[in-house]
Antibody, heavy 120, light 108 residues
Framework: QVQLVQSGAEVKKPGASVNVSCKTS????????IHWLRQAPGQGPEWMGV????????TYAQKLQGRVTMTRDTSTDTVFMELSSLTSGDTAVYYC?????????????WGQGTLVTVSS | EIVLTQSPGTLSLSPGERATLSCRAS???????LAWYQQKPGQAPRLLMY???TRATGVPDRFSGSGSGTDFTLTISRLEPEDFAVYYC?????????FGGGTKLEIK
């Protein structure tokens, strides 16, 4: 069955960077885009960007351009999301997610979430 | 950016009642690009509907979706105890793919 398993919770200081991983299994890794979303406490989810694991092409939300980088490792079927120059506004649960079709931009498979806390 | 506004913010109903949740898009979005999710505390969102009216795999038929353009509706025909949660709409018609602020469905 399809599984997305994320790395554990992180606590970071303002100005630092965080790297969250999402290990996939149960399907052909290069056949489906992986999206990253985050959800601040009490808010709706926010889309951060998407990576095509077949060729590493990425598209990022404009508000995060320059701070977010998504990469993939085809040897381990894992995608990574790095967010730099963290502020308290980046405190959120971060999710990787996949849709039912290669190019779908709605999500029926989600990772379990990774809490990132930014605090001095 | 397409802004999605959900109403009401909180809906208090009893099991067995009918729930009607609204999602308004500005500017409008094609019906193929509107999805609904259910989220319970401590869990990731669960896809309920996509293409405005197509139920995702395993979603009970008491859930239905409708709408086009700027106005979309999620209806739960007869509430079960497990339906009390937060519901979000999402548009995928234009980047960034945005979500509404959510409707909390609580037990009256």
């Amino acid at each position: 069955q399809v599984q997305l398993v994320q790395s554990g919770a992180e606590v970071k200081k303002p100005g630092a960077s965080v790297n969250v991983s999402c290990k996939t299994s149960g399907y052909t890794f290069t056949n489906f885009y992986i999206h990253w979303l985050r959800q601040a406490p009490g808010q709706g989810p926010e889309w951060m960007g998407v990576i095509d694991p077949s060729g590493s092409r990425t598209t990022y939300a404009q508000k995060l351009q320059g701070r977010v980088t998504m990469t993939r490792d085809t040897s381990t079927d894992t995608v990574f999301m790095e967010l730099s120059s963290l502020t308290s506004g980046d405190t959120a649960v971060y999710y990787c997610a996949r849709g039912p079709f290669r190019g779908s931009n709605w999500y029926n498979y989600w990772g379990q979430g990774t809490l990132v806390t930014v605090s001095s | 950016e397409i802004v999605l506004t959900q109403s009401p913010g909180t809906l208090s109903l009893s099991p067995g009642e009918r729930a009607t949740l609204s999602c308004r898009a500005s500017p409008g979005v094609g019906s193929n690009y509107l999805a609904w999710y259910q989220q319970k505390p401590g869990q990731a969102p669960r896809l309920l509907m996509y293409g405005a009216s197509t139920r995702a795999t395993g979603v009970p038929d008491r859930f239905s979706g409708s709408g086009s353009g700027t106005d979309f509706t999620l209806t739960i025909s007869r509430l079960e105890p497990e339906d009390f949660a937060v519901y979000y709409c999402q548009q995928s018609g234009g980047s960034p793919f945005t979500f509404g602020g959510g409707t909390k469905l609580e037990i009256k």
